[in-house]
C-alpha cells in the first residue's frame, strides 16, 4: 500500500500546484507571462464619464483570461495618472476587500476607477494616460485617459481610487 501511496500523494501535489500556478498571475494585453503562462487581455472602458467640474465618473476595466491556464486573482491592481509630466497614484477604495477571483479560459473579470473631475485648475490633474498593473504580471501597461482632468485632493493625491479585482457582472 505504500508504494500506491507515495506516488498518489506526489500526483497530487503535482496536480495542486499546477493548478495553483497562475494563482495571483496573469499577463496582460495579450502577452505571455513567463512566471506563469497566464495570459490576459486588458480593455480600459467605455467609461461613465464625469461631463462637469466635481462629478463623479466611473471607468470598468475587464481583465479576459486568453490563455488554457487557470489564473487566479486575489488583489487590487495598481493605478496610476499620468500627464503633464506628473504622475499620481491611485488608491485603493477603502473598505473594499479583495476575493479570490479564478478565471478560466475566455472568462472576465472586472474593476473600477471612480474619479472626480477636476476643473483645469491648480488642483486637478491633468491625465492623459493611465498605468496599470496587473497583480502578479510585472510591468504597467498604459492606456489612453479619455475622461478628462482629475480632482486633486492634494498637490499630489487625486480624489479618486481603484477597486479590487472581481468577477465580472458583480
Known amino acids: 500500500m505504500r508504494t500506491i501511496r507515495v506516488p498518489l500523494v506526489v500526483t497530487a501535489l503535482a496536480a495542486a500546484l499546477t493548478l495553483t500556478a497562475c494563482d495571483g498571475k496573469s499577463g496582460d494585453d495579450g502577452a505571455k507571462n513567463a512566471a506563469s503562462d497566464c495570459v490576459v487581455a486588458v480593455e480600459v472602458g467605455p467609461g461613465n464619464a464625469a461631463t462637469m467640474a466635481g462629478d463623479t465618473g466611473n471607468v470598468p476595466v475587464t481583465v479576459t ?63 492623459k494616460t493611465v498605468k496599470i498593473t496587473i497583480p502578479g504580471a510585472g510591468d504597467a501597461k498604459s492606456y489612453p485617459w479619455s475622461y478628462g482632468d482629475v480632482a486633486l485632493k492634494t498637490k499630489n493625491t487625486p480624489d479618486a481610487s481603484v477597486g479590487p479585482i472581481q468577477v465580472a457582472g458583480d
Open 65 to 127: 483570461n486568453r490563455g488554457s491556464n487557470l489564473c487566479t486573482f486575489r488583489a487590487f491592481p495598481g493605478v496610476e495618472l499620468t500627464g503633464g509630466g506628473s504622475s499620481w497614484s491611485v488608491a485603493q477604495e477603502k473598505d473594499a476587500k479583495p476575493a479570490k477571483v479564478p478565471l478560466r479560459k475566455g472568462e472576465a473579470a472586472t474593476f473600477t476607477i471612480t474619479y472626480v473631475r477636476g476643473d483645469g485648475g491648480s488642483l486637478s490633474a491633468p491625465a
